[in-house]
């Protein structure tokens, strides 16, 4: 792994990268990891922290690191963005703030990171001439199901600050596309989970709380469903609308998830039966959502992404948490987590 400090450097690879927001979270190191497999640099810009932290950037195999260059910076910065955008042959935009219960407390920061940052994105990819730019949207857009499965054509209806931030940015993507032709496509992943997710959502939280020796996990409400996908496929979603012939993809918006739903309790239930453990289950009201802000339900149609790209899950539930539970019972992975306080 190679460190950039100036924003116009160069790689030193003669290859053209690739330029990733977001890579040293939990989809972007997965997506970072996607693209080295597939033989491309990666320019990834990690937000700027005085530790000199690259997240998970730091956890990957040498081999994989050898072919990423870190670039500091942060999406709220128009230069910054400029730097690590520049001579790239695609960007993949996952950089946001996206905590549902930190977006009541900090509104103001979801509209700089979400919003700004995905304009200053936008008018990077504009102004550089940048082939192809991925800009990542969430299932939270929908609200509450209207209909199921939910398609792209369902209403958007943002039911929290951070939903309404991310609608931002896609109505901005939208717009650069219609204004300028900017060439962007809209991946709009439905809730994701594997190893390296933060304990703020609800499968690493009971995980890593049973993982840490915990009968009684502490959790929201247990009522709302979800459609899970595996971190690999939804990084295997961005590849493929990011290499997709422009013609099928561009200036469009795409689903990515299994279709299949569940509800919070029965996932605990699910869980604890794959560890082996008999769970309680304590309702945490600091954790239960504002009733009208609380999205009871999302089950994804994501035929319009198969049809263009060809893209289907290639992994089950079960074998996504098995994977995660293994991730999670590794002392040296669980030592990265806060298991006994709320992760807000
Ligand atoms: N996790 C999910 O279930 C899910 C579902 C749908 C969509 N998404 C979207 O996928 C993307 C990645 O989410 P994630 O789950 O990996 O979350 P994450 O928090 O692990 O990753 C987000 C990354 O953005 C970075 N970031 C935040 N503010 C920044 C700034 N100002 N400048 C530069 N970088 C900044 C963070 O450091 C972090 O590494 C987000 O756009 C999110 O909205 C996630």
Redesign the pocket.
């Known amino acids: 792994m190679s460190q950039n400090r100036s924003e116009n450097t160069q790689s030193p690879a003669a290859a053209t990268p690739v330029a990733v ?8 190191s997965h997506l970072v990891e996607a693209l080295v497999a597939t033989g491309q640099r990666v320019r990834a ?3 700027y922290n005085s530790f000199s932290d690259f ?1 998970w950037l730091e956890t990957l195999p040498q081999d994989v690191l050898s072919e990423v260059e870190v670039v500091l ?4 910065d128009p230069g910054s963005v400029t730097g690590l955008v520049k001579g790239a042959e695609a960007v993949y ?7 549902i219960p930190y977006s009541y407390r900090a509104p103001h920061s979801y509209v ?3 919003v700004t ?1 995905t304009l200053n994105v936008l008018e990077a990819v504009r102004h550089l001439e940048i082939p192809r730019l991925v800009h ?5 857009t929908y609200g509450t199901a209207q209909t199921v499965p939910i398609t792209e054509d369902h209403p958007i209806n943002t039911q929290s600050p951070y939903a309404a931030s ?1 609608a931002g940015g896609d109505r901005l993507a939208d717009s650069y596309h219609a204004s300028f032709g900017t060439p962007v496509v809209t991946l ?6 594997g190893p ?3 304990m703020r ?1 609800v499968i690493p939280t009971v995980i890593g709380q049973v993982a840490a020796g915990e009968r009684t996990v502490t959790l929201g409400d247990l009522r709302p469903t979800r459609d899970f996908t595996y971190v690999k496929d ?1 990084a295997a979603a961005f590849l493929a609308v990011g290499t997709a012939p422009a013609a099928d993809v561009v200036g469009r918006t795409f689903n990515a998830g299994t279709g299949g739903e569940i509800s919070v309790g029965d996932l605990v239930a699910l869980v604890g039966k794959l560890m082996d453990t008999d769970l309680d289950v304590c309702e945490d009201t600091q954790r239960v959502r504002p009733a009208d802000s609380e999205v009871m339900r999302l089950v994804c149609d994501a035929s319009r992404l198969r049809a263009a790209t060809g893209w289907a899950p290639a992994h089950s539930l079960e074998e996504g948490l098995e994977h995660t539970i293994a991730f999670f019972r590794d002392p040296a992975n669980l030592a990265r987590y806060k298991t006994d306080i709320y992760n807000v």
């Open positions: 927001t977001g890579a040293e979270g939990f989809i972007g810009m990690v937000q997240g910076g942060d999406v709220r935009h996952l950089a946001a703030l996206i905590a700089d990171t979400n940052g990542t949207s969430t299932s939270e991310k709009r992943p439905f809730n994701t989970f390296r997710q933060s959502a939804t």
